[in-house]
């Protein structure tokens, strides 16, 4: 679940570029609008989010496939404010050096129109079925899509009593997601798979699989014993008590990514 929150995000954003009004401005969590380095006036964009998620264990095991992801998809549009340069009349809240910055646009009936296309097309850019990306979205959600909430996006959401509605419509997905993979066991056939094959060939995607394959595998791979063991949160004499362990343990020295040593876990 830990890098699958992560996972859902690069896909997602992968499924969602070129297939709407936003066309290439689709971006990987911006804090805010001004993030957005938007060089035309009034362009569409879309910001995609995995802050939140949560798995229900079983049998006080950490590693769970029944995890969930809240997927959260803001289509808006951005204003390009020009910020008076450095001087007496200053902008005090100009950014350094800067002489514009992206604000969310205030919408009226045309903009509203358009952030509600996008979102419809948003929507079906997901459902593509000559997409890989968007092939792959779905496989990697199979285990549910129960809810979708729009709400309105932007400052104004917060900011209930302000008569400003700004151009921005979110839609948060609660999504099934499948468990990531246990740290030391072969990549499994199926979605982990199809994923780092198609992200290996992807210029934007190449350095961050090979980041996250890190993960997951070691050279050489654990023995089913120890993946046994990280499956169920065992501990070693729990292990042994269930007979998955051999008596005779061998003393196989194990390194996690961070360079720590596992080898008494």
């Given amino acids: 679940m830990i890098l699958g929150q992560d996972v859902l995000r690069l896909i997602t954003i992968k499924a969602l570029k070129g297939r709407t009004w936003a066309g290439g401005r689709v971006y990987d969590s911006p804090a805010q609008p001004a993030d957005l380095k938007i060089a035309e006036e009034r362009a569409p964009f879309i910001g995609v989010y995995t802050d939140d998620a949560d798995a229900d264990t079983e049998g006080d095991s950490l590693h769970n496939p029944d995890a969930r992801v809240q997927l959260t ?11 008076a340069p450095a001087g007496p009349d200053a902008n005090a809240h100009a950014p350094p050096g800067g002489t514009q910055t992206t604000t969310l646009a205030q919408t009226d009936s045309a903009l509203e129109l358009s952030i509600g296309l996008l979102s419809q097309q948003a929507l079906q850019a997901l459902l593509a079925v000559d997409s890989p990306w968007s092939e792959l979205w779905r496989l990697f959600t199979v285990a549910g899509r129960p809810r979708v909430e729009v709400r309105r996006g932007g400052p104004g959401q917060q900011q209930q009593q302000s008569a400003i509605r700004f151009a921005s419509r979110i839609m948060r997905m609660q999504l099934g997601v499948l468990a990531d993979p246990v740290y030391g066991e072969p990549i499994p056939n199926g979605f982990w798979r199809e994923f780092f094959d198609l992200a290996q060939d992807d210029p934007d995607l190449d350095a961050a699989a090979a980041l996250i394959k890190a993960h997951f595998e070691t ?8 993946i046994e063991q990280k499956r169920g949160s065992y501990t070693l004499r729990g292990l042994t008590a269930l007979g998955i362990a051999p008596l005779d343990i061998p003393d196989i020295p194990e390194t996690d990514p961070g360079g720590r040593s596992a080898a008494a876990e």
Avoid: H, N
């Fill in 219 to 226: 050279t050489p791979g654990l023995p089913s014993w120890r």
């Fill in 73 to 83: 998809i803001e289509c808006a549009v951005a204003d390009q404010i020009v910020v």
